[in-house]
């Protein structure tokens, strides 16, 4: 489960920084896979384009997903993961600033596994991350097909 | 009756009846003519060839009402009618007679007081031994005279009576001098007087006036009837009747009259009629000819019988050129048709009738009048007149017209405005979603890289460095905060509202329940009225609500024995609910700021707050049509009242 790697969906850097700082703190050091657009989540995780060499038995524990999005935005890159077979049981917590209704519904919709919406207070968005990794990482159960493969 | 229908009807072979005529033997003429001269039944005249009388018996005397020495020389013709000596029947007959040896004839003879008779005339020709013609023989027999008498005698006694007294309305026979010769029950009961006492008195004193009672026998007398003739019956008691008369001369054997037949129909409920009819109908003209608007009325069949001034004033129309169907000249010919139409269909049904018609005025402008029409009906309920008004709308009608014009423009611009609105509201949600997206983030890097500083280089730091930081963090949370309650503002104007009954005192309480669990160290003394209801939106009634009690519960903080009460009170101005609380109060020279966005009356260091609240509060009571004010001192405590609906009603 260690080596299990964590795919973060984030075209903010300062984001990335900060989520990878608020891991380092709480001692999460699975490997992120940081992809900056939808289109690149959608080929890492299909193993397409860039990623074709990717072994697609290497699934990551979960995708922290933001829905404000280049090329491909969040909600359908979510649409893509829960309609093929071979993702639709793939883990994904939704990580975002918006807390609009229709936004939660819509992730909801899709299957979420969770919605998050980040904190300005960077303390609280520490905490937000750590219990994320503890409980997706350590706690949650992976799918068994993922499980099966690796 | 059985006279022949035309009056000349002459026999070329005849029998005669009564008498023999045939040419006689002139042995004994002095008997012959002692005995033609005593014949009193019969007129027996001698004529010469010419037809000039030459001899007059007593018989003749007594018909034709001449002396013999007035007579005699005469022209036979004296005796005939105008009409007929103009077609010259005297000589055609004594024509006959010289052909025929004898003519017959029954017609008009003439007396010589005027009257006539109805006559058998039997001409025969005299000659002498040679067969030339010597004169005529005429005799005349007086038929009517004798018809009369066997009339007279048919029908005189029980008949007579019964046929008098079978009819209800009062019947009376007048003598020459005016005195009651007979008398019918009803004309008992309708004088009060019984027949004994009736017969022989003068007719004329029963009336209220005797001499127009005396013209109308007279008249009778004169013209031979009398129709119609209005009198007024004085009943014994004294009491009035109104009566028309109906009289007719009688006549005796000769055909001389000798009384009146009169026949009283009592018109008191008639005539009563008439004069209310009368004062009815003065009214209607009085009222037709005031009123501003046209009135008119037609004939069942749509005729038209009736305009008032006001048609003739406006119109310019005479009242005969109105009449029947000329009414429709003033109509604008656009509007004819539909008005014919409704007409026509009105008058068929018998039903009311309302049209709106241009009419021409006088000078030639046209002006929109509302025609309407209402059917009288008869007992049976058939149609016997339709009243109508035609009132001018033509003012009403521009403005009607007007406003037209400028609901469909008012409707145009709130469509355009609709359109508008909702693109501006689109931007605004994209506005809106943008905020709570990009404005947070950076803020998140503020904030985060911020505690990195403090985390990781706290070594470089000296508490100065370390309270900047600080004090960065916390305005960045702050601005985070705003950004927070800027956003459920506007969701507060922007999200759909759901309009159900929102049990307000069980909101309340919750909202208690969670402000307490929030700081369990408070004590508030918490009054809320028990059945308070407003229909509105569930969610957005909370918010209002945890503003208030929110509001109500931060500016309580520091009293002791905090009082927090939410009710409903009645007043002039209609009800409302409010929210009272005993804290720190305000100033209500600053009362107009309340309610704006990001407007605090207290220091952030001494209430914490954005200043959103009350702006939100004000937002939501808006949406549901309510209101909100506010009243308060400096630690007089605050009361903010609001209005909602109370019951549903159609948005």
């Known amino acids: 489960m260690k080596n299990k790697t964590i795919l973060l969906v984030e075209d903010n850097a300062d984001d990335v920084k900060l989520t990878l700082h608020a891991f380092q703190k709480c001692n999460i050091r699975n490997k992120v896979v940081v992809i900056g657009d939808g289109a690149a989540a959608i080929d890492f995780l299909f193993g397409t384009g860039p990623y074709v060499d990717r072994d697609l038995s290497d699934q990551p524990a979960v995708v922290l997903l933001d829905l404000k999005l280049p090329k491909v935005d969040g909600l359908e890159v979510l649409r893509r993961i829960r309609s093929d077979p071979r993702t639709k049981h793939q883990p994904v917590v939704v990580l975002t600033s918006s807390k609009e209704e229709h936004d939660i519904i819509a992730s909801y919709n899709l299957a979420a596994n969770s919605y998050i919406r980040k904190p300005v207070d960077f303390e609280q968005f520490g905490e937000a991350v750590r219990q994320l990794g503890m409980y997706w990482l350590l706690l949650n159960e992976q799918p068994p097909g993922a499980t099966d493969l690796s | ?651």
């Open chain 2, 1 to 651: 009756m059985t006279a022949p229908m035309t009056e000349i009807s002459i026999h070329p072979n005849p029998h005669p009846v009564e008498v023999v005529s045939e040419p006689v033997v002139l042995g004994d003429e002095n008997s012959f003519r002692l005995l033609v001269e005593s014949v009193k039944d019969f007129a027996i005249i001698m004529l010469d060839p010419s037809g000039n009388i030459v001899s007059w018996n007593v018989g003749a005397e007594r018909i034709m009402g001449y002396r013999a020495e007035e007579v005699l020389g005469e022209h036979v013709s004296l005796f005939y009618p105008t009409e007929a000596i103009e077609r010259g029947l005297a000589g055609d007959l004594l024509i006959a007679a010289a052909r025929d040896g004898r003519s017959e004839y029954e017609g008009w003879r003439v007396r010589k007081n005027g009257s006539r008779f109805w006559a058998n005339v039997v001409i025969t020709v005299l000659r002498d031994e040679n067969g030339a013609v010597r004169g005529f023989s005429k005799v005349t027999r007086d038929l009517s005279e004798r018809k009369q008498m066997e009339n007279a005698l048919k029908h005189v006694g029980a008949y007579n009576r019964s046929l008098i007294e079978a009819s209800l309305d009062p019947l009376v026979t007048i003598n020459l001098d005016g005195r009651i010769s007979d008398a019918n029950t009803a004309a008992e009961q309708a004088t009060g007087w019984p027949r004994a006492d009736l017969v022989n008195t003068d007719f004329s004193d029963y009336f209220v006036d005797p001499e127009a009672a005396r013209a109308g026998y007279r008249k009778a007398f004169r013209d031979g009837l009398v129709r119609d003739y209005p009198l007024e019956l004085r009943h014994r008691d004294g009491h009035l009747i109104s009566v028309v008369y109906n009289a007719a001369v009688y006549r005796d054997d000769s055909g001389s009259v000798i009384g009146v037949f009169a026949a009283a129909r009592d018109v008191t409920e008639r005539k009563l009629a008439e004069e209310a009819l009368g004062d009815s109908e003065r009214s209607f003209r009085i009222l037709a000819d005031t009123v501003p608007q046209i009135v008119w009325a037609t004939r069942a069949d749509g005729w038209n019988i009736f305009f008032n001034q006001r048609w003739v004033e406006y119109t310019g129309m005479t009242l005969d050129a109105s009449r029947g169907h000329g009414w429709n000249a003033p109509f604008h010919p656009d509007d004819l048709k539909a008005t014919w139409d409704a007409w026509r269909s009105a008058v068929l049904n018998g039903s009311t009738y309302t049209a709106e018609a241009r009419l021409r005025r006088a000078d030639g402008v046209y002006r929109w009048w509302l025609v309407r029409s209402a059917p009288l009906f008869d007992a049976k309920g058939k149609v016997i007149k339709w009243f109508g008004t035609c009132t001018d709308i033509h003012d009403m009608k521009l403005a009607e017209v007007e406003i037209q014009r400028l609901n469909s423009g008012l409707e145009q611009r709130v469509r355009e405005r609709t359109v508008e609105l909702e693109a501006a509201n689109k931007e605004l949600e994209a506005f809106a979603y943008s905020v709570s997206h990009d404005l947070r983030t950076p803020l998140r890097s503020i904030d985060g890289f911020s505690k990195i500083l403090l985390d990781d280089y706290d070594g470089k730091l000296d508490d100065e460095g370390r309270d900047f930081l600080a004090r960065v963090r916390k305005a960045t949370q702050r601005m985070g905060h705003l950004i927070d309650d800027l956003l459920r503002l506007s969701r507060s104007t922007r999200t759909e509202m759901k309009r159900v009954a929102v049990d307000l005192t069980a909101l309340a309480g919750e909202i208690a329940a969670e402000l307490h669990t929030s700081e369990p160290a408070r004590s508030v003394q918490w009054t809320i009225a028990p059945g308070l209801v407003a229909f509105g939106d569930p969610h957005l009634l909370r918010v209002a609500l945890e503003n208030l009690l929110g509001n109500a519960w931060k500016f309580t903080g520091p009293q002791k024995d905090a009082r927090i009460e939410l009710g409903r009170e009645e007043t002039v101005d209609g009800a409302s609910f409010f929210v009272r609380d005993n804290g720190v109060g305000f100033d209500m020279a600053y009362v107009g700021k309340l309610f704006g966005v990001f407007q605090r009356l207290h220091a952030a260091s001494e209430f914490p707050g954005s200043g959103v609240g009350l702006a939100n509060v004000q937002r939501i009571v808006t949406r549901h049509g309510g209101r909100v004010w506010a009243e308060g001192g400096p630690n007089h405590g605050a009361t903010f009242h609001f209005t909602l609906p109370e019951a549903f009603q159609q948005p």
